[in-house]
């Protein structure tokens, strides 16, 4: 704890600053940099230089549904701002004539460092991770060609993709790599629980807190691990299959049955404003999430062997770790203007 609190205490206004330095450029190339003390992003921005033009071109075609196949659906239909950019109303992801689809939207939050996307971890790339909604039948209903077409034939897209590219010429590597500039900006690092490990002045746990945090340590950083809160594996957490969905999660990847009922490890961070809760949305409360998690195990051949020791906490212990999850609220992450839409007229 000392050795931790030590790293994040040297320059922490720097460490700050990191949250928001992809913004701080014009429309030059500007540097992707992590918050200190966390690991390198998966992703290569070195690949996709970032820009000011490139974030706000990315922005516009996230929360435009003239991507989807009748103009109704965008990104941002399933992935809202202020609910760490999933969907609080359905259990299950609505996309286009309000067709459900078979999962809960999961948070786009910290993607630059994701090694897998999905909750099966069928897309490996943040670039490639936009081509699922915009061509899944039940989401966006698209065809890539179909979408550049239509952007290629407004004036808007082609004024905006010239300052982005330096070209008018609308391509789907170009739509792919500026939604990537702004879903891999969605950087979230400044919580409470940051401020605390950055060692801010008058900035402290409370004693329920650090003893949720205790607790935390203890029974639950295995899978979500520090500072990212996530393993970027795949666990079966032990729910009981869902009679009408009957979603065996990564096994349809990868058809091993080693994989029957894995599902990636979500990020924590925002997890106060991310309900619903699992792959499939099934439970609104985190209280209800910390119930699972000590007396609704359902054994089975591949559940992860992290919990296949008891998790045992007393009703206090519940309600200091749901305290503590609540330190991982970041609200400047949730409000901040810079991710919620900004039309540009047409």
Not at 172 to 183: G, I, P
Not at 256 to 275: C, G, H, I, M
Request: charged share 25%.
């Amino acid at each position: 704890m000392k050795k931790t609190r030590l790293f994040y205490r040297v320059s922490g206004i720097l460490a700050l600053l990191t949250c928001i330095l992809a913004f701080a450029g014009t429309d030059t190339p500007v540097k992707f940099n992590a918050p200190r003390g966390w690991p390198k992003p998966r992703y290569d921005f070195s690949n996709n230089p970032l820009t000011l033009h490139g974030f706000e071109l990315g922005r516009e075609l996230f929360y435009d549904p003239f991507l989807s196949s009748d103009s109704s659906t965008s990104c941002s239909s399933c992935h809202l701002s202020f609910t760490a950019f999933t969907h609080a109303d359905h259990k299950l992801s609505h996309g286009i004539q309000g067709l459900v689809g078979t999962r809960n939207s999961p948070v786009l939050i910290n993607l630059a460092w994701n090694t897998s996307f999905m909750w099966d971890g069928g897309v490996n790339n943040l670039e490639v991770q936009a081509i699922n909604p915009l061509t899944n039948p039940v989401e966006m209903n698209s065809k890539l060609e179909d979408v550049i077409n239509k952007l290629q034939r407004t004036a808007k897209y082609r004024k905006l993709f010239y300052r982005a590219f330096n070209d008018s010429i609308i391509t789907s590597k170009r739509l792919l790599k500026a939604l990537a500039q702004f879903t891999g900006n969605l950087v979230s690092c400044n919580s409470k629980y940051d401020s605390v490990m950055r060692h801010e002045r008058d900035v402290h746990f409370t004693a329920r807190e650090e003893n949720g945090y205790e607790l935390f340590k203890k029974n639950c950083a295995t899978c979500h691990r520090e500072p990212l809160f996530t393993n970027n594996k795949f666990e079966n957490i032990g729910l009981p299959l869902d009679s009408v969905l009957r979603d065996v999660g990564r096994m349809k990847v990868t058809n091993d049955p080693a994989d029957s009922l894995t599902f990636k490890v979500p990020t924590l961070r925002n997890v106060e404003y991310s309900a619903p809760y699992f792959h499939d949305g099934r439970v609104n409360k985190l209280k209800d999430v910390i119930d699972h998690y000590t007396t609704g195990i359902v054994e089975s051949r591949t559940l992860s062997k992290e919990l296949r020791r008891k998790i045992i906490l007393s009703h206090d212990e519940q309600k200091d770790l749901l305290v503590f999850l609540k330190t991982l609220t970041d609200k400047s992450f949730l409000y901040n203007v810079q991710f919620r839409q900004n039309r540009v007229p047409d």
